[in-house]
């Protein structure tokens, strides 16, 4: 098996850890306990109290979805924390799981964990080279990091093009994926503040849904496809909740700069949800097997 053959247009090593190496305590202070970064998947009559069991209730949709109970190997691109990881090996049966992340100071974290069942490794989804065929793929907040805001459209759909290729590649005939994005919705990127393009996320971009199905087109089939922005909604108050709760610990441990660049961001991302500016996308993908040329 080999690695995909392109120009990687995604986020920099750098600019990845820009973000998520800040410290692994200061999110601890408003994430939920298992660390998960990305948007939770709520009942209707949960409170904020919940928010870790809409987390995990996250984690066990896309390994449904990704059908990969009691396999092999299955590979989470952007494994964050490694919570995903850790639920994969020790509820779902699964032999291996398999972490890739840019961020040091995750794959410091899930290497911390000692766990024969769980390997991790520091580099790009286009470095990646699988030793064995995986039976299922997951990627939960990855794919905003795939395209720079600054390269063209064409560029873009290339990037996530080569993504695709590179996952149908490692996927056995028949493999799934789950995938949970950030798109644009009623914006675009032209839209996107300058602080959030270099203060909150450099050298990262949005898809578009219609990025996505042409980019893994004849590769994969859309099977399903969810709109859950308003979930995003509830946990970015949730979050935000929490730090104004741990305001003063948080300020001594990263500084009134960094505190309030995160509140402002939690602040400013709930409103593009909450307004349709931007989506929060769920996607689950059934490997084509007979690929036309």
């Known amino acids: 098996m080999g690695t995909v053959k392109t120009q990687n247009h995604g986020a920099s090593s750098q600019a990845i850890q820009h973000h998520y190496d800040i410290g692994n305590d200061f999110y601890r202070l408003w994430l939920d306990p298992t660390l998960n970064y990305s948007c939770a ?14 987390q995990i209730r996250k984690l066990d949709f896309h390994i449904t979805q990704a059908r990969v109970k009691g396999t092999k190997r299955v590979l989470d691109v952007g494994c964050g924390w490694g919570s995903l990881l850790r639920r994969l090996v020790e509820v779902h049966g699964v032999e291996t799981g398999v972490g890739i992340t840019l961020s040091k100071a ?63 590649s490692w996927l056995k005939p028949g493999g799934w994926m789950s995938i949970q994005t950030i798109v644009y919705e009623n914006s675009t990127k032209e839209d996107l503040s300058q602080f959030f393009a270099e203060e909150i996320f450099p ?22 496809l969810r709109n859950d922005r308003e979930h995003y909604v509830r946990t970015l108050k949730g979050w935000l909740k929490n730090l104004k709760a ?44 007979n690929l036309r040329q």
């Open 41 to 54: 998947l709520w009942e209707e009559n949960e409170g904020y109290d919940a928010h870790e069991i809409a």
């Open 106 to 168: 995750q794959a410091d974290f899930i290497s911390g964990f000692n766990h024969p069942k769980i390997e991790v490794y520091l580099e790009s989804w286009s470095e990646h080279i699988p030793r064995e065929p995986y039976d299922g793929i997951i990627s939960i907040g990855a794919f905003e990091h795939f395209a720079k805001s600054e390269v063209s459209d064409e560029e873009k759909i290339e990037a996530y093009r080569a993504f695709f290729s590179g996952c149908h």
């Open 203 to 224: 050298e990262s971009d949005l898809p578009r849904l219609s990025d996505i199905a042409k980019a893994s087109d004849r590769l994969f089939e859309i099977v399903a």
């Open 246 to 289: 741990n305001r003063t610990a948080a300020v001594d441990m990263v500084g009134e700069e960094v505190v309030a660049r995160y509140e402002k961001y939690l602040s400013f991302s709930m409103i593009g949800f909450h307004s349709g500016a931007t989506n929060l996308s769920r996607i689950v993908m059934h490997r084509l097997d």
